[in-house]
C-alpha cells in the first residue's frame, strides 16, 4: 500500500502537459482495438511488456486467464466483458495471454480436490480441459514443467472458449474478429505468440511481429 501511495505522488509529479492532454481526451471516451485476456497474477503487466498506453487495450485479468464455456451458467463477468468489448467497443482482435509459474496452473496440475477456497475451486474448473490435453498426450513445448505445459494448453482450451459464443464465431467468421493466444515467461520477460501451423509459441521478436501485422493487414 505504501509503494501505490508513493506512486501515486510520482506519477502527479511527472505528468507531462501532453499527457493531461491524453486522460482530458480520454474521459470523453475509449476506443481500444483489442481485449487483452490475461491473469490476476502481480507478476504480469501487459502494459508494461506491451509499451501500451492509457486507451490503448480493453483487460479482463482473473485468475488463470480462464473464460467459462458458452454452456456454463456459473459466472457471467467474464462473458459481460466480451460482449461489452466486441459490441460496444468493436475490438478487432482479441488475445488470451497465459504465463509461467503460474499459480492456477499448479493448482490444476496438483488437483482442484486440493484447493480449501470453494469459490477457486469452482472458477478453476474453467481450466481443467488443459489437464486433460496435456495427460492425454498434448503438448506444445515439451521440456517445460507440467504446470507451464498446463499454462500454454490452456491458452488454446480458452481461445476455444471464447470461439464457441456465438456472437463471438459469427464475427470471427465475417473477418471482422481475430482471436490470438500469448505467452508471457516471466524469468525471461520473453512474450510468445501461437502459431497454429507450428503448434508453436514463437517468441515476438522484430521478425516475429513483422510476420504478425503483416497478417493483420
Known amino acids: 500500500m505504501r509503494k501505490l501511495i508513493q506512486g501515486i505522488v510520482e506519477f502527479r509529479k511527472g505528468l507531462t502537459k501532453e499527457r493531461r492532454a491524453l486522460f482530458a481526451k480520454l474521459a470523453l471516451g475509449q476506443k481500444p482495438d483489442t481485449l487483452f485476456i490475461a491473469c ?83 472458477w478453476l474448473k474453467h481450466g481443467e480441459g488443459a489437464v486433460k490435453r496435456v495427460r492425454e498426450g498434448f503438448t506444445i513445448t515439451p521440456h517445460l514443467s507440467e504446470d507451464n505445459q498446463i499454462s500454454q494448453v490452456n491458452v488454446l482450451e480458452q481461445m476455444r472458449h471464447i470461439s464457441e459464443y456465438p456472437f463471438i464465431k459469427k464475427l470471427v467468421d465475417k473477418g471482422k474478429l481475430r482471436i490470438h493466444g500469448w505467452w508471457f515467461d516471466i524469468a525471461e520477460a520473453d512474450v510468445y505468440c501461437y502459431e497454429k501451423e507450428e503448434n508453436k509459441f514463437v517468441l515476438i521478436d522484430e521478425k516475429e511481429a513483422e510476420a504478425i501485422l503483416t497478417r493483420l493487414g
Open 40 to 122: 490476476s497474477d502481480s507478476r504480469v503487466v501487459p502494459n508494461l511488456f506491451a509499451s501500451t498506453n492509457p486507451g490503448d487495450v480493453f483487460v479482463l485479468r482473473n485468475i488463470g486467464n480462464l473464460i467459462p464455456s458458452s454452456t456454463s451458467e456459473e459466472d457471467n463477468s467474464a462473458q459481460a466483458v466480451i460482449e461489452f468489448a466486441t459490441f460496444a467497443l468493436k475490438v478487432s482482435d482479441i488475445i488470451v495471454c497465459g504465463h509461467s509459474e503460474c499459480g492456477a496452473m499448479k493448482a490444476l496440475c496438483s488437483g482442484i480436490d486440493t484447493v480449501s477456497c470453494p469459490h477457486l475451486k469452482c
